[in-house]
């Protein structure tokens, strides 16, 4: 006698067809039926957007709606010479937190901002110890702000 070819497995997998098969057919007889209740129109619901920003449902009053000119629209970034710059003291103070003479670097707190900035040996102009107050220049070095043209205060 030969094995049936039905395996458990395959059965299971047409049950699940058949099921699929099922809801896609309810779900399409709901949709005529809702379909027929608005008479015969489909229904598209609408969102509109207020004037700050947020959804609604009801359309927007003409009355709110603000007239804009296009000549006052500004396109790009404003020239350096719009804007308002302020007067940046390039030389800072602060503190110095470690300095090892042997290594020849350390490091210098500002007052303003207590940000901690790397100084070289090369960068002295005053020898310095730690703990002494300074004043410095900021420089771009290859890991960030560098500490340059460092003197005793």
Same mark, same amino acid.
């Given at each position: 006698m030969a094995k049936s070819q &039905?395996? #458990?497995?395959?059965s299971e997998k047409e049950k699940k067809r058949l099921k699929k098969r099922e809801e896609k057919r309810k779900k /399409? $007889?709901?949709r005529k039926l809702e379909k027929e209740e608005n008479g015969g129109a489909e229904s598209i619901p609408f969102a509109? *957007?207020?004037q700050?920003?947020?959804l609604t449902d009801t359309p927007p009053n003409p009355a709110d709606k603000i007239k804009v000119k296009a000549k006052n629209i500004v396109l790009g970034v404003p020239k350096k010479e719009d804007m308002e710059e302020e007067e940046y003291d390039p030389i800072r103070k602060g503190k *110095?937190? #470690?300095f090892d003479h042997s290594k020849g670097f350390g490091f210098i707190i500002d007052t303003e901002d207590q940000e901690k900035y790397f100084c070289h040996v090369s960068g002295l102009i005053d $020898?310095? &110890?730690?703990n002494d107050k300074v004043q410095f220049e900021l420089e771009k070095g290859n890991r960030? /702000?560098?500490? *340059?043209?460092v003197k005793l205060v």
């Open positions: &039905q395996t #458990f497995n395959k /399409m $007889e709901a509109y *957007v207020d700050f920003g947020n *110095v937190s #470690f $020898e310095i &110890q730690e960030g /702000m560098n500490a *340059v043209r």
